[in-house]
Structure formats: C-alpha cells, structure tokens
T-cell receptor
C-alpha cells in the first residue's frame, strides 16, 4: 500500500534558525497537504499542493511539491517559539480513496 | 460556522467497560475519518466513513472496535471491553468529499481516553 515517510522525526533548533521537514511517498501523489499540531492540540490544516513543482508561501513558511509529485518539503525561515509543534504531511495517491499521513516531524525551538 | 465537534473531550473508563466517542462533522461534510494517536507518536488511521457506509476500515482492530456514521446524528467510534493499551487520543476529521481539492481534512479537538 501507499507509504508516506517524513524526516527528520525530531528537530531541535535555536530561535532564529531555519527548519526544514521532508515528506516522501512510495507512489505518485495527486495532492499533498500539510498540517500542524501544537503540543496538546489537534492537527490544523495549513496548505494543499496539487501541481508538479508547485511552491506556496505563507509568511515564513515555504511549501514545495516535487516535480515528480512524490515528495514535498516545508521550510520555515527564522523560527520562532510559536512554531513549536509537530508538522504532518498527508498525501493521496491517484488511485487511493484517502490521504495517508506521515509520522510527523516534531520541532522544538530554544529561545 | 462550527468546526468538527467531538465529545466527550476526556473519557475515563475501567478495564472491561465500553467507550463511546462521538464526532459531529462540519456542516456540509459527508466524509468522516477516525485516527488514534499515542503520546509522542503520529496519527494512525483507523477508519473512513461516509453516511451509512464504511469505506475503509483497514486501520481498525478486528476485535472490540466498531464505527458508524448514521444518516442522522454523529459518527460513533465504539470500543468494547477496553484495555489499558486503548488509552490514547482519538481524533475525528471530516471533509466535504474525498477527491480533488476538497479532500482536506478538518480535525476535531479529540477525545482523550484513559483506561484505568
């Protein structure tokens, strides 16, 4: 079945440093979504990417969808303590009935 | 425009009791997903339902667990004869449909189940 892998599992950064998490799928995706879960909270939808090579920005967050539509990345510039949490990607392959979530990357930011 | 609602938010059960978790999807959403999350772990897919239909239950344990999404009322995740290993956060998500750009999942606040 479809597998979605995220790396790294954990990332500890100093406030102000950049952060990147990567998402790789075993199959070609029709779309990919990113979610953020704050400690003790629930996953919140951030963005969806659909087109090959697509790049979207939300303030300090940059999301990319690979040309082959099998991988994606989320990059945060100049992290802040408000960025702490776990970032999940979720990809849906062309023939799948639902999206598959990666295991997430947990970001901690040291002030 | 209420979001996904789950109740109860916290549930405590003793071993052997039943746990019933409820999820009301967002207005206009006909697709519901249930996930389980253990502390410090990711989201584990359990089941995907549409109104009156189970579409995919590949992540649901074969015994003690069941789910429904009736024509009227909330979706229910039912755990019979709970064991300590069932202690987890259970999240429900809903989407308007499962294809194209409309399959974004909106999550509820979760039910934290503790089995004593």
């Amino acid at each position: 079945g479809q597998q979605v892998m995220q790396i790294p599992q954990y990332q500890h950064v100093q406030e102000g440093e950049d952060f990147t998490t990567y998402c790789n799928s075993s199959t070609t995706l029709s779309n990919i979504q990113w979610y953020k879960q704050r400690p003790g909270g629930h996953p919140v939808f951030l963005i969806q990417l659909v087109k090959s090579g697509e790049v979207k920005k939300q303030k300090r967050l940059t999301f990319q969808f690979g040309e082959a539509k099998k991988n994606s990345s989320l990059h945060i510039t100049a992290t802040q303590t408000t960025d702490v949490g776990t970032y999940f990607c979720a990809g849906r392959s062309t023939n799948a009935g639902k999206s598959t979530f990666g295991d997430g990357t947990t970001l901690t930011v040291k002030p | 425009n209420a979001g996904v609602m789950q109740n109860p938010r916290h549930l405590v059960r003793r071993r052997g009791q039943e746990a019933r978790l409820r999820c009301s999807p967002m207005k206009g959403h006909s697709h519901v997903y249930w996930y389980r999350q253990l502390p410090e772990e990711g989201l584990k897919f359990m089941v995907y339902l549409q109104k009156e239909n189970i579409i995919d239950e590949s992540g649901m344990p074969k015994e003690r667990f069941s789910a429904e999404f009736p024509k009227e009322g909330p979706s229910i995740l039912r755990i019979q004869q709970v064991v300590r290993g069932d202690s987890a956060a259970y999240f429900c998500a809903s989407s308007p449909r499962h294809t194209g750009v409309a399959d974004t999942q909106y999550f509820g606040p979760g039910t934290r189940l503790t089995v004593l």
